[in-house]
């Protein structure tokens, strides 16, 4: 099975700030990342897939970047919705795993 | 619009069964992957499986294979997961979303919950 690695598990940060998610793999996945959303209570949302194509709807602050073993999410200004849950996936191989998740958190 | 409504979900006994629906509706059911993601209490998501427009194609987690069967009626407009052998490790919120190599639209879940 591919593991994934998302680092940070958690982050603390302030509307209009810039936020950085990384996943990295254990072995290439080329492009199939994809990144969703998870606010509580709710289903997740896709955000990103392919690495860098953003989903219909999803925000222009949203952006995904990588490609073999490592991979990016910016927010590049922090808005009030976003503070949620952010997972990665990889469609490379079955299993379909996803990252552990990373909570954002308001400072 | 994109609609996906599960039910099935219950209180179920250590060794029992279950069937969980997913009803879609909003876009042609028949032209895509549909795929099973369950989620336990306070944890992360974890893929179950997966199956194709004819149902050619099936994949699924080690975690599951062998007690859970995934199946589509493309005339109904629905995806299937029959469950088997529960465990309380298959306690979760389970949800239906379409695709595979990415899930674009998802349904709001169904609890199951494996207690004696």
């Known amino acids: 099975d591919i593991q994934i690695t998302q680092s940070p598990s958690s982050l603390s940060a302030s509307v209009g700030d810039r936020v950085t998610i990384t996943c990295r793999t254990n072995?290439?996945?080329?492009?199939?990342l994809n990144w969703y959303q998870q606010t509580p209570g709710k289903a997740p949302k896709l955000l990103i897939f392919?690495?860098?194509s953003l989903q219909s709807g999803i925000p222009s602050r949203f952006s995904g970047s990588g490609s073999g073993t490592e991979f990016t999410l910016t927010i590049s200004s922090l808005q009030p919705e976003d503070f949620a849950t952010y997972y990665c996936?990889?469609?490379?191989?079955?299993?379909?795993?996803f990252g552990q998740g990373t909570k954002v958190e308001i400072k | 619009q994109v609609q996906l409504v599960e039910s099935g979900g219950d209180l179920v006994k250590p060794g029992g069964s279950l069937r969980l629906s997913c009803a879609a509706s909003?876009?042609?059911?028949?032209?895509?992957?549909m795929s099973w993601v369950r989620q336990a209490p306070g944890k992360g998501l974890e893929w179950i499986s997966s199956?194709?427009?004819?149902?050619?194609?099936?994949n699924y987690a080690d975690s599951v294979k062998g007690r859970f069967t995934i199946s589509r009626d493309n005339a109904q407009n629905s995806l299937y997961l029959q469950m088997n052998s529960l465990r309380a490790e298959d306690t979760a919120v389970y949800y239906c979303?379409?695709?595979?190599?990415?899930?674009?639209?998802w349904g709001q879940g169904t609890l199951v919950t494996v207690s004696s």
């Open positions: 909003g876009f042609a059911f028949n032209d895509y992957y």
């Open positions: 392919g690495a860098s």
């Open positions: 072995q290439s996945i080329r492009t199939y």
């Open positions: 996936q990889q469609s490379h191989n079955i299993p379909r795993t």
């Open positions: 979303a379409r695709g595979d190599q990415f899930l674009g639209y």
């Open positions: 199956i194709s427009l004819s149902s050619s194609y099936i």
